[in-house]
């Protein structure tokens, strides 16, 4: 398995201001993901965070709002950039470690608030 | 289009009587399926799978699924409930969409009452 961390675990974030989530695996894993989820519901995927390259983005994310960075093979940033009460959520981070194909392992989340 | 559906918000159990958390699917090709359970302020964890071969898997916890291919459907089951297994239970899809991609459902919330 893949034991993974998130930093922060959670904040409270002023509207308009942005917000880095961090995520830290402890072993090296080609597939990495960002999910949303809002407490008590389903995940929503955003984006796989692609090494090397640019995130591959779901429908109804965009760039500019998700920034996403991959500069290796266990981390990994996304960003919630000019925030509102709307993004407010848990984001979560998942990887798929080689060798453990299709089983996914997430994060402990980050709890966002933004007032 | 690919999706993945469970049936019911909430499953209430006494312990020690079996329960069962019913999940059906749609998908085009071989399903990939697979059950998450994500406990009060954690992550998800991942249970159980179904890639192919017998059509009840054992996973982690007890925990058993059967996969019915003419039903589509990946209900989740366990001989005995405990009060620990009260949590949130989510049944996933893999699919591909223009890249594999996994879909989960709504997710259903188990209380196991002693």
């Known amino acids: 398995s893949a034991v993974i961390s998130q930093k922060p675990s959670r904040d409270i974030c002023q509207r308009g201001t942005s917000l880095t989530i961090q995520c830290q695996v402890d072993?090296?894993?080609?597939?990495m993901f960002w999910y949303r989820q809002q407490p008590g519901q389903s995940l929503t995927l955003i984006a796989t965070?692609?090494?090397?390259?640019?995130?591959?983005?779901e429908s109804g994310f965009v760039i500019d709002k998700f920034p996403i960075s991959r500069p290796n093979l266990t981390f990994s940033t996304l960003t919630v950039s000019n925030m509102s009460p709307e993004d407010s959520s848990i984001y979560l981070c998942?990887?798929?470690?080689?060798?453990?194909?299709?089983?996914?392992?997430f994060g402990p989340g980050t709890r966002l608030t933004v007032l | 289009a690919q999706s993945v559906a469970q049936p019911e918000d909430q499953v209430n159990v006494a312990e020690g009587n079996p329960l069962t958390v019913k999940c059906t699917y749609s998908?085009?090709?071989?399903?990939?399926l697979f059950w998450y359970v994500q406990y009060p302020n954690r992550g998800l964890q991942f249970l159980l799978k179904y890639i192919t071969g017998d059509n009840l898997v054992k996973g982690s916890y007890g925990f058993e699924a059967e996969f019915n291919k003419s039903q589509t459907s990946f209900h989740l089951k366990k001989p005995s409930a405990l009060v620990s297994d009260s949590a949130l239970y989510f049944c996933a899809v893999r699919a591909y969409t223009g890249g594999f991609k996994t879909i989960f459902g709504a997710g259903t919330r188990l209380f196991v009452k002693a």
């Open positions: 998942s990887v798929e470690p080689s060798g453990r194909a299709n089983e996914q392992f």
């Open positions: 072993s090296q894993v080609t597939m």
């Open positions: 965070a692609n090494q090397g390259s640019e995130a591959t983005y």
């Open positions: 998908v085009s090709g071989n399903p990939y």
